[in-house]
């Protein structure tokens, strides 16, 4: 499937995403899972069904361009999917950055499981999201080896973080063999 985390602070968010996809007859090494735009403001970052999460990203820029709050695109962006796409598809997906008051956001919605979250990281130090074939008695292992992680490189700036998700993902490619080592990031601030 692939390897996304996003983190969250107050003053910045950080994306990092594996390249590897894998189909039923191709596999590419070097395919970035997230998309940045409005001059660096916003994001969209997805795992799963390709061809599925390429529609649905390229949906979500054109909600982006039109100018649409983060939260209206989170409620069509669930019709769409839910509308578009059967119970075997798998569709992992979260978009935001700097909303319309000017403060992070970050949403994400699971599909087939229809699990949907919204973080909006001023209430807490730091939050983050993984999009990730990890299944559900691994999660705990991979957020606590994040905590670690942190601890270890700090999580008072984005190289900081982006160094621990890089950690993170080498550490999830060597138990799962959709995720690779070569990585692609970004980071979206505030100010």
Partial sequence: MSFVSI???NDFLTIMSDGRVSGLEYEIEDFQKFVC???GKSFVAFSGDRTGC???SQEVLKSFQLGIPY???SKE???FIDRNFGYNVVIKIAFGGIGEHGEIEVYNYDYPSKEETYFHPSEREIDYIFLCNVPKTLRPEVANKFGELLNETGKDSPSSIIQAQKL???Y???FDNTVNKKTFRAVIKKH
């Fill in 7 to 9: 983190v969250m602070s």
């Fill in 37 to 39: 735009s409005n001059d």
């Fill in 54 to 56: 390429e529609i649905i």
């Fill in 71 to 73: 939260k209206t695109i």
């Fill in 77 to 79: 962006l669930i019709e």
């Fill in 168 to 170: 993170l993902n080498n």
């Fill in 172 to 174: 999830v490619s060597s």
